[in-house]
């Protein structure tokens, strides 16, 4: 055994170990450096593997790459997350597409080896650029809806199998290399129509089935260059990704076919929305005065409190509660926001202590006996209509239990319908008051008239 | 039979996978994903195998190096703003009474 082969051993025990401690916040740092250890361990151990010759190019590109990264990581506002996740799935799945593209013009290989260079590729070029698409989606440069047509399914199911049937005649003609930019294309084209039709609200889901599929890739890659590192190191994150993405379907209660086809929300927009049912608002000194004679509060963060940037006020305004001896809580849905746990890092970075944070399968018996709820820029999370409406899009959907609490109280800029385009029976009933404002400004006032009393 | 050698590791590291995911609090999900982002990186040593090597065509060096920069990128900004997220995580102590 060489030395590069003990140095991979140990660092394939350094990401477990990253991920093993991964499991509690005491520990997760900790993880991090697990999993620093064992990129190094790796990236030395093959730096002294006897088949590399030039170092040049290696220092080059490695130096390039920490110089693009660094500022990335350093620089990314905390509701960019979602967003930096998406380009660097991108990155790492254009490294292993590429690279499995650099091994066939290379060895042109036969039977085994040709079919994990294809697997890798395969995975490497759909995730690249449904990884961009995902990326323009939550940067809001491409429209969050989703983009749907007649017999789009049948169109992506095409694309996909013309994408597999090149690279299977690929593994059984690896000469024919004339097909190989085609199956790159195919591949290509798939990524894009994979994401057309999924919606802001979905992106929780397809950006943890997108780090699988990379993942996956660097595991394909494993087989192809006959290194198990890769296949344990791919195998971790394929596994994760996936585990991630079927939570994220278990909390809208959907298939992961209906998520990545479904087109989600597209027709109940237009049947809904031109509803003028009555509601009962109020100025932030009525909703400051109402939270004030709470002994409970459960805050309940959406999207919305993200896009309005609204992390820190909100904060602000549970520590002025606490002040006045309320108990204040925040209810965490495992979809809120655009990837898992998106709020739970808002809030965090917002200095609010994580066992205050809590989980919806905890927080939803405590709700009958909460004074007030207070629902910022959240909307399909927290509506009734998962639970009584049968008919309803997001039926069956577990819920927020906001409706139980004594008081609701629901921070929105206007009517309108939210990612999933219905309608949200919670703004009606009669212990609901709509708070009409930005997140931000709205809690600012409150803020401000908690300090005042 | 060395390829039956490497599916018996993916099975298992599969497991291994599901298993120590499962306990991951959904408290930490944007920072494990961030981390399983930046592990994918390990794509980097398939990257220096095929860059670094003797007699290699152009086009697979050229190939190999930009693999080598976007999987640097990758892992670089993963560990660095995962371990940015984490340190937000903090337990307050309740005021004394």
């Given at each position: 055994m060489s030395v590069f082969q003990f140095l991979y051993i140990l660092a394939a025990a350094g990401f477990i170990l990253a991920l093993k401690w991964m499991s509690s916040p005491a520990t997760a740092r900790r993880g991090v450096l697990a999993g620093e250890a064992g990129m190094l361990l790796a990236v030395v151990g093959t730096l002294m593997r006897a088949e590399i010759f030039n170092y040049e190019w290696i220092a080059v590109g490695i130096v390039l790459g920490a110089i693009i990264g660094a500022p990335i990581a350093i620089f990314m506002p905390m509701t960019g997350v979602p967003q930096r996740t998406a380009i660097s799935q991108a990155c790492g799945a254009l490294a292993s597409a590429l690279i499995g593209t650099a091994e066939y013009y290379k060895l042109h290989p036969h039977g085994f080896i040709m079919g994990a260079l294809i697997v890798e590729t395969l995975l490497g070029f759909v995730t690249v650029t449904a990884s961009i698409m995902a990326w323009g989606k939550l940067q809001e440069v491409l429209p969050g809806r989703p983009v749907t047509y007649k017999g789009q399914f049948f169109i992506n199911m095409a694309v996909l199998a013309a994408a597999i049937g090149t690279g299977i005649f690929l593994i059984l003609n690896p000469e024919q290399a004339q097909f190989y930019p085609v199956f790159v294309i195919l591949a290509l084209t798939f990524g894009v129509f994979l994401i057309l039709p999924i919606g802001g609200a979905d992106m929780p889901t397809v950006i943890a089935l997108l780090n699988s599929y990379a993942g996956l890739s660097a595991c394909a890659m494993g087989f192809a260059l006959d290194n198990k590192l890769l296949i344990i190191a791919g195998a971790l994150d394929g596994s994760s990704g996936l585990i991630l993405s079927i939570i994220m379907c278990k909390a809208m209660n959907r298939s992961f076919s209906n998520v990545l086809f479904g087109g989600f929300g597209q027709v109940q927009?237009?049947?809904?929305?031109?509803?003028?049912?009555?509601?009962?608002?109020?100025?932030?000194?009525?909703?400051?005065?109402?939270?004030?004679?709470?002994?409970?509060?459960?805050?309940?963060?959406?999207?919305?409190?993200?896009?309005?940037?609204?992390?820190?006020?909100?904060?602000?305004?549970?520590?002025?509660?606490?002040?006045?001896?309320?108990?204040?809580?925040?209810?965490?849905?495992?979809?809120?926001?655009?990837?898992?746990?998106?709020?739970?890092?808002?809030?965090?970075?917002?200095?609010?202590?994580?066992?205050?944070?809590?989980?919806?399968?905890?927080?939803?018996?405590?709700?009958?006996?909460t004074d007030v709820v207070l629902v910022v820029g959240a909307n399909d999370i927290v509506n009734p209509a998962a639970e009584t409406d049968p008919t309803s899009p997001i039926a069956g959907m577990p819920i927020l239990d906001a409706y139980k609490a004594r008081t609701v109280m629901v921070i929105k800029r206007s009517m309108g319908v939210g990612f999933a385009g219905i309608d949200n029976d919670l703004y009606y009933r009669p212990n609901t008051l709509m708070l009409f404002g930005d997140a931000k400004a709205f809690t600012t006032s409150l803020v401000k008239e908690l300090a005042a009393a | 039979m060395n390829y039956e050698f490497g599916l018996y590791v993916f099975m298992l590291s599969a497991f291994l996978g599901f298993e120590l995911i499962r306990k991951v609090s959904p408290l930490l999900h944007t920072p494990l994903m961030s981390l399983t982002n930046a592990i994918s990186a390990i794509s980097v040593v398939g990257a220096i195998m095929i860059s670094g090597e003797k007699d290699v065509p152009n086009l697979s060096r050229i190939l190999g190096f930009i693999a080598i920069v976007s999987a640097t990128t990758n892992l670089v900004s993963g560990y660095m703003i995962t371990d940015r997220m984490l340190k937000m995580f903090k337990k307050r102590e309740p005021a004394a009474k």
């Open positions: 927009a237009a049947v809904h929305g031109t509803e003028t049912r009555p509601v009962r608002s109020a100025t932030p000194e009525e909703a400051a005065q109402i939270l004030e004679m709470a002994s409970t509060v459960v805050i309940i963060p959406g999207y919305g409190m993200a896009v309005a940037q609204a992390q820190h006020k909100i904060r602000e305004l549970a520590d002025a509660l606490t002040k006045k001896g309320v108990d204040v809580k925040f209810a965490i849905h495992p979809v809120a926001g655009r990837m898992p746990g998106h709020m739970n890092v808002l809030l965090a970075e917002a200095d609010v202590s994580y066992d205050k944070l809590i989980e919806m399968d905890d927080i939803n018996p405590e709700m009958p006996n | -």
